[in-house]
């Protein structure tokens, strides 16, 4: 199976994210219990409307401080929001490797601040010749709208595309669509899911 183009997700494949940290942090300034802060990450539909590019950082943030009855100032709460991201070295390792035989992007659902932060703070963003952002294109995945977008700015061909994501509903749509994927649940070792396309760069390479 020939691969061409390369589409990395970056949650849980290049960069980990502890939610329990921010809980943490947030707590102790917070009016809410930790399981109530818990489920408004999950609940408030502010979050999705972010990471659809529908409201501003500024809007987010005075929600969040206001839902949260957070004591700091906004900024406060953007440095918790943006704190506890964690890379996942090996992981970039390979994507390094593939670069050099391979076009890579990204391809993420992500907000305006979490992608300031960490292409600040982590330097191999450069290896990817296009970054498709869902708060920057207004799409989210699992829509087939952001993968005809990706295939589009990349030119690639569906065939001859490789998607890596750790959810599977995100994974299901490109493979109907005709890409090769990997799920990358918890107990997938990556490399030996990439060495099953017999990938250059990494062929060779043991854990």
Sequence with gaps: ?????????????????????????LAPRSTLTKEEIDHLLIADSSFLDYEMGKITTAEALDHWKECLGFSGTVDELEAIYCSSFEPIEKHIEYAHRLSKHYSLAVLSNTSEAHIRT????????DIFQEKIYSYEVALRKPDPAIYQLALERMKADRFEALFIDDLEENVLTPSKMGWQTIHLRPEVNLLYALQSYDLEGIRALDI
């Design 1 to 25: 199976m020939k691969i061409s183009t390369i589409f990395f997700d970056l949650g849980n494949v290049l960069i980990r994210f502890h939610r329990d940290q921010v809980i943490e942090q």
């Design 118 to 125: 960490v292409e600040k703070d982590y330097p191999f963003f």
